[in-house]
């Protein structure tokens, strides 16, 4: 079975600094997905960056890049030059292999509260 | 264009009563997916449509809920004899095509459920 683990509560960020928000996870699976997702207040759930564990290039996309380790089983999410509106709920989910249909089960993490001060 | 759209936004009901959630998904989605998120938590895989069939419904927690897409587009969550315990956000999803883990799925802003 798939694990994630998120182990920052909570996380403060000066306006414009880079932050580090950390996942690891659990699978026996050799092929697999990870995802990034962003949830503001408004409960919205936005796909934020995805990393294949294949990719041998970790993942980038605008501001967000993903710090794939998998001998670690680390896929931690980086936002560079942060801004106000970052503040929200980011989550870490694991995509096991496709079989035969079976596709729906994104597994995710209990998150992580990211603040960024003005 | 439009995104995933949940009605309704905030649903309160008695325990014991029946409930239906409806989802629109994005335009020419074919795969459509129901989440649960309670406070403090990440959303909890429920059921996974592929058109019109259901192609994983091992998430629903009981035979209390049920979830239909009859004509492969719009998809209505169905909880039976509510009880306190499945006060929770109901978050639908959708994706271009399903069947593959590098295929995005697109949240909608969810419907807030809470049984009194």
């Known amino acids: 079975a798939q694990k994630i683990t998120q182990t920052q509560p909570g996380m403060f960020v000066q306006e414009k600094e880079a932050v580090t928000l950390d996942c690891t996870y659990d699978?026996?699976?050799?092929?697999?997905?990870l995802f990034w997702y962003k949830q503001p207040s408004s409960g919205e759930m936005i796909f934020l960056i995805y990393?294949?564990?294949?990719?041998?290039q970790n993942a980038t996309e605008g501001r967000y890049s993903l710090n794939f380790q998998k001998a670690r089983k680390s896929a931690n999410l980086v936002i560079s030059a942060s801004q106000l509106g970052d503040s929200a709920m980011y989550f870490c989910?694991?995509?096991?292999?496709?079989?035969?249909?079976?596709?729906?089960?994104?597994?995710f993490g209990k998150g992580t509260k990211l603040s960024v001060k003005p | 264009g439009a995104g995933v759209s949940q009605t309704p936004s905030n649903k309160v009901t008695e325990k014991g009563k029946y409930v239906e959630l409806r989802c629109d998904p994005i335009s020419g989605h074919t795969a459509l997916y129901w989440y649960r998120q309670s406070l403090g938590q990440g959303p909890e895989f429920l059921i996974y449509?592929?058109?019109?069939?259901?192609?994983?419904d091992s998430g629903l927690p009981n035979d209390r809920f049920f979830a239909v897409r009859p004509e492969g587009s719009v998809s209505t969550l169905k909880i039976q004899r509510t009880e306190r315990g499945d006060s929770a956000v109901y978050l639908c999803?959708?994706?271009?095509?399903?069947?593959?883990?590098?295929?995005?799925?697109?949240f909608g802003n969810g419907t807030r459920l809470t049984v009194t």
């Open positions: 699978t026996s699976d050799q092929s697999y997905g």
């Open positions: 989910a694991i995509h096991p292999p496709y079989y035969g249909g079976s596709q729906g089960n994104l597994i």
């Open positions: 999803a959708s994706s271009l095509t399903g069947g593959s883990y590098n295929s995005p799925l697109h």
């Open positions: 990393q294949g564990s294949y990719d041998e």
């Open positions: 449509f592929q058109g019109t069939g259901a192609a994983d």
